[in-house]
T-cell receptor
Framework: GQNIDQPTEMTATEGAIVQINCTYQ??????LFWYQQHAGEAPTFLSY????GLEEKGRFSSFLSRSKGYSYLLLKELQMKDSASYLC???????????FGAGTRLTVKP | ETGVTQSPTHLIKTRGQQVTLRCSSQ?????VSWYQQALGQGPQFIFQ???????GRGNFPPRFSGLQFPNYSSELNVNALELDDSALYLC???????????FGPGTRLTVL
């Protein structure tokens, strides 16, 4: 089967660091993506990992371990506007279709 | 702004009816994917079109069908609507350096 698991909800404080984990089991692997989705809006692309290791983009970093089927998204210097759902998605085949997790709803508090 | 547009924004239909949702992809993006997102869930892959041919399909019945046109527009058609079809329908244009998906704003479909 194909499973992509991430925590349902997380809460963090403005200015802090938060790590959102994602584990996956898919029939194939052709890249892992993280998307941010504010309530009522479309998902927006944050990061992409296809090789093991850490990718850093400003306040956001994403890590991948293919052997463990594991990724995390690290958000630093949290801001109130970071309150959103964060979606982990795996591109699992030759096509560009992606399988999404249910998303982690992050609430940033003052 | 991703350059991907969808219409209509909201739509209300009754069970058994048919609906057509529309998407306009970014110019130059030959691949478009359609997703269904139920409340509180991640997007679920419906199907993908490349140069007007379906080249990938998720676990959705045949009453979900699509078309892609040469002008980078596409349609999602759903026949015999069911209550569970109520969801946000997203189209995504595929491109960029990592072949990421650029999502449109979605169409919120309510089936009564």
């Amino acid at each position: 089967g194909q499973n992509i698991d991430q925590p349902t909800e997380m809460t963090a404080t403005e200015g802090a660091i938060v790590q959102i984990n994602c584990t996956y089991q898919t029939s194939g692997f052709n890249g892992l993506f993280w998307y941010q989705q504010h309530a009522g809006e479309a998902p927006t692309f944050l990061s992409y990992n296809v090789l093991d290791g850490l990718e850093e983009k400003g306040r956001f970093s994403s890590f991948l371990s293919r052997s463990k089927g594991y990724s995390y998204l690290l958000l630093k210097e949290l801001q109130m506007k970071d309150s959103a759902s964060y979606l982990c998605a795996v591109r699992d085949g030759a096509f560009n279709d992606m399988r999404f997790g249910a998303g982690t709803r992050l609430t940033v508090k003052p | 702004e991703t350059g991907v547009t969808q219409s209509p924004t909201h739509l209300i239909k009754t069970r058994g009816q048919q609906v057509t949702l529309r998407c306009s992809s970014q110019s130059g993006h030959n691949t478009v994917s359609w997703y269904q997102q139920a409340l509180g869930q991640g997007p679920q892959f419906i199907f993908q079109y490349y140069r007007e041919e379906e080249n990938g399909r998720g676990n959705f019945p045949p009453r979900f069908s699509g078309l892609q046109f040469p002008n980078y527009s596409s349609e999602l058609n759903v026949n015999a609507l069911e209550l569970d079809d109520s969801a946000l329908y997203l189209c995504a244009s595929v491109g960029g350096s990592e072949n990421e998906q650029f999502f449109g704003p979605g169409t919120r479909l309510t089936v009564l």
